[in-house]
């Protein structure tokens, strides 16, 4: 059996997982390309930086919306779990994949679950080597946006909303994928583990 790919994001509070929560998370698995997407109603809106919530365009009434993190969290673990693999047969790819890593790992952990996945690829390590080593550019921005323009990929709606950007990084990932580029050496294996401090986000 193969490796089964999803692509993950998600919209958070803030920098700190453990602290901060994810408010919006979405999931394409790639087979298909059918998608989950869920707004999550936080438990602690006052933690919430300013940043996050310009960022994301939304209000602290809207992050009191949603449903409750232990249901999205069942969905998107039974999501997972539908291809009938193990963690290990399970890659997720995500834009500045450590960010939503270290958040979906503090999320379910949370429930006393462990992510059901150990397999990560980060498109944006990918667009940068390819960006700086075979388009010659220097110093490239590689926020999704500006990798989308930069391969002049038409990009579907706004960013900083999960169900959006999971979209625009599947479309990333097919044009890195056309032009054959070397995804294997990128992917990696992060165990699920604990929050150890905040993780900066390039693209917030």
């Not at 009191?64 to 693999?85: N, Q, R, T, W």
Request: hydrophobic content about 30%.
């Amino acid at each position: 059996m193969g490796l089964n790919y999803y692509f993950l994001d998600v919209e958070t509070t803030g920098l700190k997982a453990g602290w901060h929560e994810i408010s919006q998370i979405s999931i394409i698995r790639h087979s298909d390309r059918n998608q989950l997407s869920e707004y999550i109603r936080v438990s602690h809106p006052e933690r919430t930086t300013p940043e996050a919530l310009t960022a994301t365009g939304r209000t602290f009434a809207d992050l009191k919306k949603g449903i409750s993190k232990e249901e999205v969290i069942e969905k998107c673990h039974k999501f997972l779990l539908s291809d009938g693999g193990t963690d290990e047969q399970r890659c997720i790819i995500a834009h500045n994949a450590s960010f939503d890593r270290r958040f979906c790992y503090a999320s379910w952990e949370d429930i006393g679950k462990k992510f059901p996945a150990s397999l990560w690829l980060d498109t944006m390590a990918c667009a940068k080597y390819h960006l700086t080593r075979h388009m010659g550019l220097e110093k490239p921005s590689v926020k999704l946006d500006s990798c989308m323009d930069h391969y002049g990929l038409v990009k579907r709606g706004t960013s900083h909303n999960a169900t959006v950007d999971t979209q625009n990084n599947y479309l990333l990932y097919e044009h890195l994928k056309k032009i054959s580029f070397d995804f294997l050496p990128y992917i990696k294996r992060v165990p699920h583990e604990a929050p150890k401090g905040p993780e900066l986000r390039d693209d917030l």
